[in-house]
């Protein structure tokens, strides 16, 4: 659904493979962005689903920007995004229901997650979480312990980054 190809303090590049291809779905998605106070300027081009979107870097430190772009998203994705929640896949989750539960104990004690849903069928995996909690280095300390057996540290770092999550 959504994949993070570059990110920099200010500055996203992600790929959304649902608006390849379909430019009146892209121009909903930039103008629903576009709204986003932080968000300086916004470009969807359609012929490769890339969304380059610029912002002030400052907001990501602030639940109330990551509740805006995922109120934003999910007017457009509401199967995907919503304020608090954060969906993601990770393929090593795919036919492995053990590794889906192990993983679900390592995030069920972290401060800040309230539901957890990990489908091993398809590796996806639905956090509902306090959003006031993501700028907690706690959270993200904990966060990202339990996630790192299972993705990249740079993917890692990537998906917290764009979800909001304080990086150190």
């Given at each position: ?31 629903h962005l576009e709204a986003v106070a932080q968000i300086k300027r ?127």
């Amino acid at each position: 659904m959504l994949r993070v190809l570059h990110l920099i303090p200010g500055r996203a590049r992600l790929r959304f493979d649902a608006v390849k291809g379909h430019p009146e779905l892209g121009r909903r998605l930039h103008t629903h962005l576009e709204a986003v106070a932080q968000i300086k300027r916004v470009t969807v081009d359609t012929r490769t689903g890339s969304v380059l979107l610029l912002y002030d870097a400052r907001a990501l430190k602030t639940p109330a920007f990551l509740d805006e772009i995922s109120e934003a998203l999910s007017k457009i994705f509401p199967n995907h995004f919503a304020p608090g929640r954060l969906r993601v896949t990770i393929r090593q989750l795919k036919g492995k229901p053990e590794l889906a539960r192990i993983l679900e104990m390592r995030l069920a004690p972290v401060h800040g997650i309230r539901h957890i849903e990990i489908d091993p069928t398809n590796g996806s995996c639905q956090l509902v979480y306090d959003s006031t909690a993501v700028t907690s280095p706690v959270f993200l300390d904990a966060l990202s312990d339990a996630l790192r057996t299972f993705l990249p540290r740079s993917n890692l770092k990537k998906l917290l980054t764009l979800a909001g999550f304080r990086w150190r």
